[in-house]
């Protein structure tokens, strides 16, 4: 039973543009949240994270926004550049537990 | 500092054959996490280990198993392997447990299962 679903399998967008990726859970003990970018032949590397205590963190060009009655998390990428191409995966955990993942969107940023 | 290590990169073994992964993790973090990724799937929680013991465990069948030594490197083994056995594991290192802590990933160990 996917906790955490990622809809989009891929995304594409013009440089310069707002990228917007989404994800959507069912567990409503989630507490933390976190977004991981992953290239190629390299391992995920933690990009932002939300705790459940707040609505949105911003990191540079970086946004994420968390809606807990709507179950829903989106990290948003302003301006999005070649260089954001990647997968992206969101992630939650309730405390001491693991964190669950979802399946990842592909994001495609066109020049 | 260095990141975290995983080995091998790649690895092709035959069905019923069994594997054994290494993962070593930052220096000082204690705390592994091991993931298996599959197209479509996304990643999927395979155990964590704490200070040699396992936390947590996730879906899995017994095949698969892990380990952590006292540095903290950990191993995950899986027997009699299956043909679904073929994906990209992942192993993640923490400071501590606590939430909040991203993980920092390897770059994983590709297992092709023939």
């Known amino acids: 039973d996917q906790q955490v679903k990622q809809n989009s399998p891929s995304l594409s967008v013009q440089e310069g543009r707002i990228s917007i990726l989404n994800c959507d859970y069912t567990?409503?003990?989630?507490?933390?949240f976190l977004w991981y970018k992953k290239y190629p032949a390299e391992g995920p590397t933690f990009l932002i994270s939300i705790s459940s205590i707040k609505d949105k963190n911003e990191d540079g060009r970086f946004t994420v926004f968390l809606n807990k009655s709507a179950k829903h998390l989106s990290l948003h990428i302003v301006p999005s550049q070649p260089g954001d191409s990647a997968v992206y995966f969101c992630a939650a955990s309730v405390p001491g537990n693991q964190f669950y993942f979802g399946t990842g969107t592909s994001l495609t940023v066109i020049p | 500092k260095a990141g975290v290590t995983q080995t091998p990169r790649y690895l092709i073994k035959t069905r019923g054959q069994q594997v054994t992964l290494s993962c070593s993790p930052i220096s000082g973090h204690r705390s592994v996490s091991w993931y298996q990724q599959t197209p479509g799937q996304g990643l999927q929680f395979l155990f964590e280990?704490?200070?040699?013991?396992?936390?947590n465990k996730g879906n899995f069948p017994g095949r698969f198993s892990g380990r952590q030594f006292s540095n903290s490197r950990s191993e995950m083994n899986v027997s009699t392997l299956e043909l679904g056995d073929s994906a990209l594991y992942l192993c993640a290192s923490s400071l501590r447990r606590e939430v909040g802590y991203g993980y920092t990933f390897g770059s994983g160990t590709r297992l092709t299962v023939v």
């Open positions: 280990y704490f200070s040699e013991t396992q936390r």
């Open positions: 567990n409503s003990m989630f507490d933390y």
